[in-house]
């Protein structure tokens, strides 16, 4: 009886250790995702043991040209990005060179947050780790949407006009300015820019040949995707996001089959093949323990336990197992890193169209195959999900414009609202006339330009030129006693603005 028990269990391991999902299901997952969601191109890699099992392109790079997408198409990963920054500084940790503790000004001696407590006490770790005290991409408009004039030295001298929205190291609020300021940390340390740490340090010794830190320096960008959005019922290409101030936050060009090979280091403890250890076990262990807690939130039809932020990756309980992860997304492209160390699973989902839910439903349906989890229709139920969250924002943004159609008759004295307007962090602005039309315009991000119509009240909306943001925005001007406009604030009108259009974050005066 023991011994036909033992054998039950042995067969039961076996099974799941060798539980994987077919490729065929897999390209039927993803072909019913693309369509579903209107996704052009979508790379996916599979890591199982050390091993690429599989690393494969679906549909086209652009809808353009038509070019295929494989596995060593080119996407920007976006935020998958910091993990290379945490993995940068644990580097220059096992060197000697900085400590994880150190404080900021220690290396940027002119660092300086709103409150002289944060300032003094704030550390590298704290870089990395979302719990600055500041909102929700408190300050984004500095490196979004690309076109501006912003540098990481102005991010460094306007961080401190940046009021936070709650304790220090109490909450946790996804920042980019402060991954922007860890890369100057490596900078100033190695004596080498982030981009060519990332290059010479880590992407070299993995044979990431193809990839490059940034847009600016990829060799070859024959076998690259572009990025696209859904505007008005309809794909459109867009312009392609290369600032550079944004490279140590989410600069990084890679593809499925380069992207695998850090992966695999991550999964081995930062060692490659058998002579290339990148980093330290003790580090490796440092990046990947819990340092700001998350809310808990239903992960349906999961199990979870916690949530939490490592040093670059998000760490999560799924039905028992350690999940390391994280996402990213610029305009147009978005994509997603996951490993299940105890499995020794790792999974890649590369987009060139902005629609988050795709990643996941292809994610899920493969984490599912290798749980050997009931099978669950994944697309059904994420879709109907962002389908409703869309109908909610419509119904908002709808709203609006109705009222602002039904008052479009009444007479605005719109020269008060005139003139030059600065807020501390963010610049200029300047609200003019043109044809009897008032307009909103940015003179450090000029492509944020549009009509500003009138609302209700001393409330009126901005509607951004460039139909592709789909953040169009409040303005809440504000009266002094003698009913003149000296002040205003902004807010974005749809729910699912990304959250780097803080408009909320900006407060204005009157020059």
């Known amino acids: 009886m023991k011994k036909l028990f033992f054998t039950s269990i042995v067969l ?20 019913k995702t693309m369509k579903t969601f209107n996704v052009p191109g979508i790379a996916v890699a599979i890591i199982k043991d050390g091993k690429i099992v599989i690393s494969k392109g679906y549909g086209v790079s652009s809808i353009k040209t038509q070019q295929k997408v494989d596995g060593n198409t080119l996407f920007g990963i976006a935020s998958n990005s910091k993990a290379f920054t945490s993995a940068a500084l644990a580097m220059l940790v096992d060197e000697g060179k900085i400590n994880w503790d150190d404080k900021v000004i220690k290396h940027i001696p002119e660092f300086k947050m709103y409150n002289d407590y944060v300032t003094n006490e704030f550390t590298i770790r704290d870089l990395l780790t979302h719990r600055s005290g500041l909102g929700l991409g408190a300050g984004d408009l500095m490196i979004w949407p690309d ?4 540098t990481p030295k102005d991010i460094i001298k306007n961080i401190q006009y940046l009021k936070p929205v709650s304790a220090f190291r109490s909450k946790y609020d996804y920042d980019n300015l402060l991954y922007v300021i860890a890369g100057e940390v490596i900078e100033r340390v190695s004596g080498i820019s982030w981009c060519e740490f990332v290059e010479t340090r880590i ?44 490279d140590a936050a989410a600069g990084i060009y890679t593809s499925t089959n380069d992207l695998s090979k850090w992966l695999i280091a991550q999964l081995q403890n930062g060692k490659y093949g058998e002579n290339q250890m990148l980093y330290s076990a003790k580090q490796h262990k440092e990046m990947w323990t819990s340092q700001t807690i998350l809310p808990n939130r239903e992960s349906f039809p999961y199990k979870c336990n916690f949530t939490t932020y490592g040093l ?34 790792g999974i890649i989902v590369l987009t060139n169209q902005q629609s988050g839910t795709a990643f996941t439903v292809i994610s899920n349906t493969i984490k599912d195959s290798y749980l050997a989890l009931p099978e669950f229709d994944h697309l ?53 006339e043109n044809k009897g039309k008032l307009y909103f315009k940015s003179l450090r991000s000029p492509r944020l330009i549009g009509e500003i119509y009138f609302y209700k009240d001393q409330n009126f909306v901005v509607k951004w030129n460039n139909r592709t943001f789909h953040a169009d925005a409040h303005i809440f001007f ?24 803080d408009f909320h974050d900006l407060d204005f005066n009157k020059l």
């Not at 039961?12 to 072909?31: M, N, P």
């Not at 504000?478 to 259009?501: E, G």
């Open 12 to 31: 039961i391991v076996t099974a799941l250790s060798f539980a994987q999902i077919s490729e065929s299901k897999l390209d039927d997952v993803v072909t």
């Open 312 to 345: 670059g990756w998000r760490l999560n309980d799924l039905n028992g197992h350690l999940q390391v992860s994280h996402t990213g997304g610029l305009d147009g492209i978005v994509t997603q890193t996951i490993m299940i160390p105890d499995l020794q699973l």
């Open 478 to 501: 504000d009266l002094d006693s003698n009913q003149t406009v000296n002040h205003f604030k902004m807010k974005a009108i749809s729910p699912l603005t990304d959250f780097s259009y």
């Open 203 to 246: 992407m070299k010794p993995l044979q990431m040949n193809n990839s490059a830190a940034s847009w600016n320096r990829l060799k070859d960008t024959t076998n690259t995707i572009v990025p696209h959005v859904p505007t008005d019922g309809k794909l459109e290409i867009i312009k392609r996001y290369t600032n550079p101030i944004f």
């Open 147 to 150: 076109g501006h004039n912003f």
């Open 380 to 432: 059904a139920n994420l879709s109907s999900d962002r389908k409703q969250k869309e109908d909610d924002a419509d119904k908002i943004t709808d709203e609006v414009w109705k009222e602002v159609t039904k008052n479009k008759s009444i007479k605005i004295d719109t020269k008060k609202y005139i003139g030059n307007y600065k807020d501390n962090w963010f610049g200029e602005v300047t609200i003019y």
